[in-house]
């Protein structure tokens, strides 16, 4: 069953503690994005990847980190310096040409306990 | 800078009235735009975009560049057209940014 998979669902954080977020895709793209989606304010681009080892800031990458060490994988990591951190967190990929659809996992749930 | 807006948070239609969700964009490029929906419980997928011009379920959008606007229109609305619908553009490359998401309730 080809898909972008995102685990665990739901998360619970201490203040404090790094999480990391795992996303997998067996579509065999290159691309692959994580947002951030708030109320009121829908997907905001966080890391973007167009090629294994190779990985560009979006809008608000301060206070996350991620790595591209295998086409099917893109761990997000949230660290302790990311001020909000509790959020909806969506993985995507994609095939890299502009008018590619995204396909898009169903989302963790981060909560900063 | 590049900007996708959707003025409307909330959006309430009675079932079999028409629906126009709006959607406008800053860029400089020539975009590519596009219509996500996200139905409850369910994941964010494509739901057209324009290069292709077509219709599904019954919704179309036009691209408009002297208005920069790229609103989606459906003649009568359905229950189950009820979620969220985010207009998204396309940059030059891959990279994609997302509006702040219409949610569309379709009252019986």
């Known amino acids: 069953d080809g898909g972008i998979t995102q685990s665990p669902k739901y998360l619970f954080r201490k203040e404090g503690q790094n999480v990391t977020l795992s996303c997998e895709q067996n579509?065999?793209?290159?691309?692959m994005y994580w947002y951030r989606q708030d109320p009121g304010q829908g997907l905001r681009l966080i890391y973007y990847s167009q090629i294994v080892n190779d990985f560009q800031k979006g809008d608000i990458a301060e206070g996350y980190s991620v790595s591209r060490e295998k086409k099917e994988s893109f761990p997000l990591t949230v660290t302790s310096a990311q001020k909000n951190p509790t959020a909806f967190y969506l993985c995507?990929?994609?095939?890299?040409?502009?008018?590619?659809?995204?396909?898009f996992g169903q989302g963790t749930r981060l909560t900063v306990v | 800078a590049q900007r996708v807006t959707q003025p409307e948070k909330l959006l309430s239609v009675f079932k079999g009235a028409p629906v126009e969700l709006k959607c406008n964009y800053s860029y400089s490029g020539s975009p590519e735009l596009f219509w996500y929906v996200q139905y409850s419980r369910q994941r964010l997928q494509l739901l057209l975009r324009h290069i292709s011009r077509e219709s599904i379920k019954g919704f179309t959008a036009d691209l408009n560049k002297g208005e920069t606007s790229f609103h989606l229109k459906k003649p009568f609305a359905q229950e189950e057209d009820s979620a969220m619908y985010y207009c998204?553009?396309?940059?030059?490359?891959?990279?994609?940014?997302f509006g702040a998401g219409t949610r569309l309730f379709v009252k019986a």
């Open positions: 998204a553009l396309g940059l030059g490359g891959f990279k994609t940014i």
């Open positions: 995507a990929s994609s095939r890299v040409t502009a008018t590619a659809e995204a396909f």
């Open positions: 579509l065999n793209h290159d691309a």
